[in-house]
């Protein structure tokens, strides 16, 4: 499993630590390092959460919407500011 972190989230969120769920991630430069879940791609996101075999749809549903909900909001508000 190949986890991969996305540089727009990255430029946004920082090193912060916002979920306080960490992974081993892959950053931009081909570089391995922990890295906080809200810096996933969606898609490296989903592929986490299939990763112990199981399929939990309705988790993948709600962090797929949530995360959807986060990249609105943001862009709301630095349309706001």
Known sequence: ???LIDEN??????FDNH???FVRA?????????????????????????SRG???????IVLAFFWDMVILYN???ILLR
């Open 19 to 21: 979920t306080g769920i």
């Open 54 to 60: 199981g399929e939990n749809t309705w988790a993948k």
């Open 9 to 14: 989230r990255l430029e946004e969120y920082g």
């Open 75 to 77: 862009k709301t508000t």
């Open 26 to 50: 892959k950053y931009p430069g081909n570089l391995w390092e922990s890295a906080d879940i809200i810096l996933l791609t969606k898609e490296s996101l989903l592929e986490w959460l299939r």
């Open 1 to 3: 499993m190949e986890l």
